[in-house]
């Protein structure tokens, strides 16, 4: 019998520790329990939310008059055709990514090594297409399972189907709502395939491993990133709050003008990026406070809530933040967390 909760503080379950109660919750443990907490759902004519690790949300205090599904499917496993140099592994969406990370580093298999530590769940990485270190998911994507919440049919979705881009996909943007991912297959390979070019996991390797392989990769980002970035359980966060902007080339230089020291990568697309994180430290809120809510000293990227913060403390911070930085370089950030008002 599927068990639903009610009045559920979502809170517990954000990497924010934000979040108001849930009329309806759900810990979905297979297919079947996704299935009937939709159709439950519509019978009752009550939105839907679907939570993995709840590490790229913020939730508003008021309470969700919903119904929210935490996924927590598990399972792994793998196919390796004799003689190939790959393996296709496929992982469901209930899954801790970093766990399925150390199940393919630990047999040495390349291809997500790079992402490691990023928290959440596998359902989730694909929705924002995450990345780190100079690789994304889709770098060794294959195909996904998702279950479309209308009809209840499950589909396919294969590597053309879902326009990843840089932190998005078609399940952000155009099939934002409709799917609910059940399982994801990456491809990795068997042969050593580091990616290493960007430069402080090249120091980090240099400095400590000779001959390397992927779980020596997967711990010297965990160690890099341990000592950047702040520990949800201390202070709440999700993570980059904004993305980085891509602007054109006339914008580029007119700013670098004014600003010489402008931090940038030219893009294939010919658009430029410039680091939110350069253009908040410039606008002064590096290690700022606003009430309880934070810019995170080591990163300028991270909004952290200081302990107690609300929804709105977060919003007002962050609003301030798009303000500022649009009034000093004329550009608008755009947050990468997904919101939910
Ligand atoms: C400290 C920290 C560091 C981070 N570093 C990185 C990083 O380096 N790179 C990066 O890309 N991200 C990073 N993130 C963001 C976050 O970890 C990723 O976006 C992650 O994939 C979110 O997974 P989740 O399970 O927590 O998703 P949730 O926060 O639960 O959900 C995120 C979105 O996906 C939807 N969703 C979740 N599961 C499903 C599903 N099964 N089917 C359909 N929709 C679903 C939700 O409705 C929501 O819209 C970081 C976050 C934190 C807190």
Known sequence: MLNIQNNVKLATYTTFSIGGKAKYLVEAENLADIRQAVEIAKDKEVPLLIIGGGSNLLISDRDFEGLVIVNKLKGIKEIRERNSNEVLVTAKAGEVWDDLVKYTTKRNYWGLENLAYIP?????????????????????????????????????????????????????????????????????????????????????????????????????????RKSKLPEPKEFGNAGSFFKNPEISQEEFEKLKEKFP????????????????????????????????????????????NKGGASFNDIKFLTKTIICEVKDKFGIELTPEVNIIE
């Open 261 to 304: 020291d402008i931090k940038y990568y030219d893009l294939p697309s010919g658009l430029v990026k410039v680091p939110a994180g350069w253009l908040i430290e410039r606008a002064g809120w590096k290690g700022k406070d606003l009430g309880l809510a934070g810019v995170w000293h080591q990163q300028a990227l991270i909004v952290v």
């Open 120 to 224: 959440g769940t596998v359902g989730a990485c694909p929705v924002q297409n995450i990345g780190a270190y100079g690789r994304e998911i889709k770098d060794t994507f294959v195909s996904l399972e998702a279950l479309n919440i209308e009809d209840l049919t499950l589909r396919t979705f294969y590597l053309k189907d879902c326009n990843f881009g840089y932190r998005s996909s078609i399940f952000k943007e155009g099939l934002k709502g409709k799917y609910i991912i059940v399982s994801v297959t990456f491809k990795l390979s068997l042969l050593p395939a580091p990616a290493l070019d960007y430069g402080s996991l090249q120091e980090e390797i240099n400095k400590e491993v000779v001959n390397i392989n992927a779980e020596d990769v997967r711990l010297a980002v965990e160690k890099i």
